[in-house]
């Protein structure tokens, strides 16, 4: 039974920065999609960033190019997404999803329907 607990939200001002974490357990394959989604108040759930645990491929939404990073410490089974200049729109709530295969990589463009397993969130807010 696979189990996400994310931490690392919280406030603050738009230039900032912030470093969200994904704790997984229950992998019974070493070969899986861990995904960054996150959804605003009234908007659509995106895909921000994914990264396959095994080759360590990356995908990133074009809203947040060049500005979030999603690295993994595998030994550990975490998944980080490091947030720079953060700007108002990035407020919402951070998801971390998973599916015991590898990424799509058009994982990214998806609202993450078809991930069965998921975090509760964490918030992210930006002023």
């Known amino acids: 039974h696979v189990q996400l607990v994310e931490s690392g939200g919280g406030s603050v001002q738009a230039g900032g920065s912030l470093r969200l974490s994904c704790a997984a357990s229950?992998?019974?394959?070493?070969?899986?999609?861990m995904v960054w989604f996150r959804q605003a108040p009234g908007k659509e759930r995106e895909g921000v960033a994914a990264?396959?645990?095994?080759?360590?491929?990356?995908y990133y939404g074009d809203s947040v190019k060049g500005r979030f990073t999603i690295s993994q410490d595998n030994a550990k089974n975490l998944v980080y997404l490091q947030m720079n200049s953060l700007e108002p729109e990035d407020t919402a709530m951070y998801y971390c999803?998973?599916?015991?295969?590898?990424?799509?990589?058009?994982?990214?463009?998806?609202?993450?329907?078809?991930?069965?397993?998921w975090g509760q969130g964490t918030q992210v807010t930006v002023s």
């Open positions: 229950g992998y019974t394959d070493t070969r899986n999609c």
């Open positions: 999803a998973t599916e015991e295969k590898p990424c799509s990589p058009l994982v990214t463009g998806t609202g993450g329907e078809d991930f069965v397993y």
């Open positions: 990264i396959s645990t095994s080759g360590g491929s990356t």
